[in-house]
């Protein structure tokens, strides 16, 4: 029998991958502890391999904590869960009978200064959390990169320090990833990676958002794998997909169809994860069996049947890995502390995030999608990528109709009736 090492999250995970089925996880997250628990327990009991979700709601990801407290004391509804503002004994008692090695448990949180909650995870015992020091910064704060680096290492520092088996998934494969060519997030997630390695953390998650092309989408995850085989070896890791990030279906055909398609990309690139939407994600919060529908379609799609994936996606994994390497060395080559390099790589555009509107992203490169529906450049700005090469567009400027229609670009697809 195979041995494995870790905590519960890790293991959870190295025993799915050794049986080859593919774990699938909600996004959920809910104000009162009683339907929190109720949530949990609704998930620990599916047949298929899944792992808890505690999303945490808006004002604790901002350090609100009195708001928070308000809410619950008002009874008033709140979109995640406030995991500080709730007593801890309390939090505990929620926990028990289901956290344990056969129902672990990730808490997704959203914070630029996250010091506060892994403080509280440490004290719950709880392994597993995700985000980064620029995916948890650049989408959803205007905090100075340069801050969120710092506060970023010493809460790596601090989880590690509390358990040996602390995991953190990068959210770098998700930074507006319906307009971000498959290469930027293979590197974000990567230099992420390698941050929470630098400060202690050993077991790690690489993440990456389905975007407008199976094909593109699958030679990217080809080249993802390859490159954290190369850049993490010898400690765990492993990727966990994302269901379309973007707008998305309002039809329930074609809600299931891009959840199914998902899973089948995901199982089809040899990947061990997948967050998972719901059939109701363009109408409202999802409800728990909203989320157990989703959860059981993706597995039994996973473990049916993969169609073939086009031949096309060779030349796709052949220029994302290129690209991802030459923005990971970039980087790497700036300084030997990657915080320090990466805001170094921001400051001198050769890290720029299309479209992201934080001060501290450069806001020159562009990406547009092409007739084939993959995700290109439109204009490199000051990435250190080679402008004579096929793979940018011509034409730099896109226009406000033309951003509108490439955010809308997976919703029209996918809400086509069906023939």
Not at 222 to 251: K, N
Not at 314 to 323: D, I, N, R
Not at 399 to 407: A, D, N, V
Request: glycine residues 8%; contains cysteine; aromatic residues 8%.
């Amino acid at each position: 029998m195979t041995a494995f090492s870790g905590g519960f999250f890790q293991q959870f995970i190295e025993r799915a991958r050794a049986r080859d089925e593919l774990v699938v996880q909600p996004r959920m997250g809910f104000g009162a502890l009683s339907q929190m628990r109720a949530g949990l327990a609704s998930v620990a009991a599916l047949p298929c391999a899944a792992i808890g979700t505690i999303t945490l709601d808006s004002y604790t990801r901002v350090g609100d904590y009195q708001s928070a407290l308000q809410c619950l004391n008002s009874s008033a509804p709140m979109n995640g869960f406030p995991i500080i503002s709730h007593p801890i004994e309390a939090v505990r008692t929620m926990l028990a009978g289901l956290y344990g090695a056969d129902f672990p448990i990730q808490i997704r949180h959203g914070t630029a200064k996250p010091q506060n909650v892994f403080q509280r995870l440490a004290a719950l015992g709880l392994d597993a959390t995700e985000g980064g020091p620029v995916s948890y910064c650049m989408p959803y704060s205007r905090l100075p990169l340069a801050e969120a680096v710092s506060a970023w290492a010493e809460s790596c520092q601090l989880l590690a320090s509390a358990t040996r088996h602390a995991h953190i998934e990068s959210f770098g494969g998700c930074l507006l990833g319906q307009l971000c060519p498959p290469s930027l997030l293979i590197a974000m997630t990567l230099l992420e990676a390698l941050f929470f390695r630098q400060h202690g953390v050993r077991s790690v998650s690489l993440s990456y958002a389905q975007g407008t092309s199976m094909e593109q989408d699958f030679g990217a995850l080809q080249a993802l794998r390859e490159l954290a085989a190369e850049y993490l070896h010898g400690d765990h890791w492993h990727v966990v997909v994302y269901s379309y990030m973007g707008v998305f279906p309002t039809s329930n055909h074609g809600a299931r169809r891009l959840i199914c398609d998902s899973a089948r990309l995901t199982k089809a690139a040899g990947c061990e994860r997948l967050i998972v939407k719901t059939v109701a994600e363009s109408r409202q919060i999802p409800s728990v069996d909203d989320n157990l529908d989703a959860l059981r379609m993706a597995a039994e799609v996973a473990a049916g049947e993969l169609p073939p994936i086009d031949a096309s996606s060779a030349g796709y994994y052949q220029e994302t890995l290129f690209e991802a390497r030459r923005l990971v060395e970039s980087v790497l080559d700036l300084h030997a502390d990657i915080g320090l390099a990466l805001i170094q790589a921001f400051a001198r555009g050769l890290l720029d995030i299309p479209y992201c509107l934080h001060p501290d992203n450069p806001g020159r490169a562009t990406t547009r999608i092409d007739d084939k529906g993959a995700l290109r450049w439109a204009n490199t700005g000051g990435l250190p990528l080679p402008r004579a090469s096929g793979r940018v567009l011509s034409g730099s400027g896109v226009s406000s109709g033309e951003l509108f229609q490439m955010l809308h670009y997976t919703v029209n697809r996918y809400d086509q009736p069906l023939h």
